[in-house]
């Protein structure tokens, strides 16, 4: 199994069959703040490999929709299509519906809840836990989707409303579960049908009451290669607590994503091989597998109305 420092991998055919057609919602591309391996045209080619449908190539600072427009020269010959969206952190404005709708307003396909800016993920990593540096103090502060009362924000409330508007995806970011719960009731009443809760197990640690309840309300749960991967320093799960992840959730409410992207980590297309390798060695049949890589996440980006 090849890592980073190797030469990028070829699966076998029957692999390849399996990952033909995937989406990447969760590509860690550059231009960032965060130091990265790749840019999001060499993501794009490098997608070609396994005949990835689409990549959704995500900032924790940025709108990446105006990255795909400003690369749109470069991507015009890339092999597999580029997407952005926005992350409602500090840059941004926080949870700002403005920013929302200049992102939807140029193409952009996904809004995900505060991440670097969310509590949670601050408390997270209030210690020297290797997260990426940005090199120099961003001036983040914490950002939430509720108001003074407790309530989800008139701000929030207006972020579903253009969300289920434009039909794109939305997630919960890495807010605690309970700031996700009111979110998506939100979202829900208004009429988004694209809900994606990221990591429940880790950062935004969702009870198991809540994440019923988000699964009931039609929301996808994700779960990264890049934590199953051994190529990645933490925290290098076993693959079987994804495959009891997968059990307990189904495949039909799951998402398999990259996460990858970022120096020092695997490419993202070598984590969908090691991650499809492995999980069918432990049972995982094809048709789940792409359940789980292709048609949900298909979905989700709005490249199919039904999966």
Excluded at 2 to 20: G, Q, R, Y
Excluded at 32 to 53: G, K, T
Excluded at 218 to 240: C, D, K, L, N, T
Excluded at 292 to 304: F, Q, S, V
Aim: hydrophobic residues 40%.
């Amino acid at each position: 199994m090849a890592f980073v420092d190797e030469a990028p991998i070829t699966p076998s055919p029957a692999v390849l069959k399996v990952l033909d057609g995937a989406v990447d919602l969760h590509c860690h591309s550059g231009p960032s703040p965060f130091p990265r391996r790749i840019d999001h045209v060499d993501a794009s080619r490098d997608a070609a490999r396994i005949n990835m449908r689409a990549i959704l190539v995500k900032s924790h600072h940025h709108n990446t929709a105006m990255d795909v427009l400003a690369m749109r020269k470069l991507l015009a010959d890339a092999p597999t299509p580029v997407y952005g969206g926005v992350a409602l952190n500090t840059e941004v404005g926080g949870v700002n519906p403005s920013a929302v709708a200049l992102a939807i307003g140029m193409g952009g396909r996904c809004v995900w809840g505060p991440t670097v800016s969310a509590a949670q993920h601050i408390a997270a990593h209030s210690h020297d836990d290797g997260f990426p540096n940005a090199g120099g103090d961003l001036h983040e502060k914490v950002e939430t989707v509720l108001g003074p009362d407790g309530d989800v924000s008139e701000a929030a409330d207006t972020v579903t409303k253009l969300v289920a508007e434009a039909g794109i995806l939305m997630t919960g970011g890495h807010m605690d579960g309970e700031q996700i719960r009111a979110y998506f009731h939100a979202a829900h009443r208004n009429g988004v049908k694209r809900l994606l809760l990221h990591h429940p197990d880790f950062i935004v640690n969702t009870p198991d009451s809540v994440l019923e309840e988000l699964v009931g309300l039609g929301a996808f749960v994700e779960h990264e290669i890049a934590m199953y991967h051994p190529g990645v320093s933490a925290p290098r799960w076993p693959i079987q607590r994804l495959v009891d992840w997968i059990e307990r959730i189904g495949p039909e409410h799951t998402v398999i994503d990259s996460d990858l992207g970022q120096e020092g980590n695997p490419l993202p297309v070598d984590g969908y091989i090691y991650i499809v390798e492995q999980l069918l060695d432990h049972g995982v049949s094809e048709q789940d597998i792409r359940q789980m890589i292709c048609r949900n996440t298909a979905y989700l980006l709005g490249l199919e109305e039904s999966r």
